[in-house]
């Protein structure tokens, strides 16, 4: 089993910045993938980035550029630093881990999820 708790959500006027974290607790083993997803209202969750232990990357096409995703193995904790935001950024983070090494972008391969941090951005 793994735990995982968000922070750092909020309210920021559009091209502003925010940071989100996501602290993971549990079995390391199952955690190998670490990523973040997004729900709009009224839409499907959507991939936003993850990262592997050994610190590959992948972004979905709409935060690439602004988005940083970066990881502490130390400290079982994954961030991403939101650059440039848009009205359209607004949505409920989440955070998500998988044990496997391959990448995947998939809701259904990630087996275990935060509850989720509010981000609004104000036009």
């Known amino acids: 089993q793994v735990q995982l708790v968000e922070s750092g959500g909020g309210l920021v006027q559009a091209g502003g910045s925010l940071r989100l974290s996501c602290a993971a607790s549990?079995?390391?083993?199952?955690?190998?993938?670490m990523g973040w997803f997004r729900q709009a209202p009224g839409k499907e969750r959507e991939f936003v980035a993850c990262i592997s232990e050994s610190f590959i990357r992948y972004y979905g096409d709409s935060v690439k550029g602004r988005f940083t995703i970066s990881r502490d193995n130390a400290k079982n904790t994954v961030y991403v630093q939101m650059n440039s935001l848009k009205p359209e950024d607004t949505a409920v983070y989440y955070c998500?881990?998988?044990?496997?090494?391959?990448?995947?972008?998939?809701?259904?391969?990630?087996?275990?999820w935060g509850q989720g941090t509010q981000v609004t951005v104000s036009s």
């Open positions: 549990g079995r390391a083993d199952s955690s190998y993938y």
């Open positions: 998500a881990a998988r044990g496997s090494r391959w990448f995947s972008s998939k809701l259904d391969d990630y087996n275990y």
